[in-house]
């Protein structure tokens, strides 16, 4: 329990913020001192593509995964503020390309037309057109509408131009002079900036993963069905005491010698990490998912992370309330090694008990520790009195207000929940939720 000191999540904000704001004054400053353009759209364009080159750095530091962030604010908030970003950076690009075509055929006195026409002559601003032609591909293919029509490796791989993008981006502004060149501080801001970007983002996706694989050699030690529908995975390896693992936390997995490469999936580790390996149970929902109980013993396993901020890291209550739903019980199970007191107590959203995975495990550990368990069964649409409204969690964990509540279940129970511990008053700071998807 944390007491008499600024919460991790707060930090890592404060920290965030100070950041941006620090970095957008110097891009301001930049931009007021290094001269007007040729008329007042190209001034106006010169503003709007100025902070079009810093949205898209914190898109990369947003994506780098540095353990510092994720472990404290998470991963899913990180990708809904890179989704929401990445929108902004859209019309910021539109905006600039826009006002630099129509200054340009301002000053020629010529149509906009002939203007593209001729600006795609030159190189620099060649460039920039094919960057912001990826960017405005990507996207189109990321609003909900596509992206629910798309293959989760269709919609990645058009992800990853975005990369391209940026590369495209970058050599766009090193070409135009007047935003490297304007004076000696802005040419070192501007190289400083972009390679502690791309610096961050392969240590983050590539540096590190690979080293971590290399280092620990994961290896699936056992697959045991834990139902019908239900795998739990045993993974092996090297010094895994020094594998910076927390209970509740999730990796991302590959089983590159069973599955294709772009086969992976984010499952929690179900039972705390330590020197004895890590465990995942997973169900078979998809492809993936399913074929993991035909992987062979021994088979290698890719492990990047572990991620996420849903860990007792954030605990500030002596008391704590875990609400799972389904699956959801993963990193709830793998949380109840890792609670200092007795004080816990466990909702357990089912269909029906032969539905609730990991049940017996999870039983057995509240007795060691002393905590509550209300196994609340049946459809939701079924019920007369719904398990998640105000009155009904009041009345099981009457002293809720007083207690952290994690919650980790399917996205309407999750929602559903939420609302109910705003309108029973739990302080935002007790709540920690995080929805385990890639994108």
Known sequence: ??????????????????????????????????????????????????HAALLMLFQLLLVARLPWLDRRIGMDRLTVWHRWLGFTLLWTILTHATLVVLGYATLDDTSMAKTFVALSGVPASLLGMWAAATVLVVAVTSTRSLRRRLRYEVWHGLHLLLYGALGLSFVHQLLETTTFTSSAFATAYWWILWLFAFGALLTGRVVMPLWRNAYHRFTVAAVVPESDSVVSVYVTGRHLDKLPARAGQFCIWRFPGHNHWWSANPFSLSAAPGPQGLRLTAKAVGSTSAGLRNIPTGTRAFVEGPYGAFTSLHRTRPGALLIAGGVGITPVRAMLEDQPTGDVVVLYRVRSESDAVLLNEVRHLLALHGGRLHLLTGRTRDDAT????????????????????????????TSTVLATLRALHVPT???????????
């Open 386 to 413: 719904p398990p998640f409204t105000p009155a009904n969690l009041h009345r099981l964990v009457p002293d809720i207000t007083e207690r952290d509540v994690y919650v980790c279940g399917p996205p309407t129970m």
């Open 1 to 50: 329990m944390r007491t008499g000191t600024v919460l991790p999540v707060r930090a890592a904000r404060w920290v965030m913020w100070t950041f941006v704001l620090v970095n957008v004054a110097i891009v301001e400053a930049l931009f007021f001192t290094a001269g007007s353009g040729k008329n007042d759209v190209l001034t106006v364009a010169k503003f709007f593509g100025l």
């Open 429 to 439: 700071h007790q709540t920690h939720a995080e929805k385990f998807s890639l994108t």
